[in-house]
């Protein structure tokens, strides 16, 4: 069975969209109704979308994800997977931070004027 829960993008979009409808000056209730109809959604899901936007405001549409397939020595790997598995993130989201760090510093350039 498939499921019917919004992606993330998707998520932040009707967010979003809720918000600006409510910063037009619509109602929660006139928005609700926007929001149903736009996206084919149930009143009582699109008010979740309008009371989200009204409560906690605009939501960060997340990038688009690839899968991107490396191959590392099984040690590695198995840290990896350990290190994340303890600090109660994703592998993805473990390696992610690091290459964006580790990147980072690479574009900084050498330190200490080698």
């Not at 919004?6 to 998520?11: E, F, N, S």
């Not at 549409?61 to 600090?87: E, N």
């Amino acid at each position: 069975m498939k499921s019917k829960r919004a992606r993330a993008d998707q998520y932040a979009r009707r967010v979003n969209a809720a918000g600006r409808l409510l910063d037009s000056g619509l109602e929660v209730s006139q928005a609700t109704r926007r929001i149903a109809q736009r996206y084919g959604l149930s009143d009582r899901q699109a008010r979740r979308y309008v009371e989200h936007a009204r409560d906690e405001g605009e939501v960060e549409v997340p990038k688009a994800k690839i899968v991107f397939t490396v191959k590392l020595p099984a040690g590695l790997a198995q840290r990896v997977r350990a290190f994340a598995r303890a600090s109660g993130r994703t592998v993805s989201a473990l390696v992610a931070q690091a290459l964006h760090e580790y990147l980072d510093r690479e574009r900084a350039g050498p330190r200490g004027g080698r």
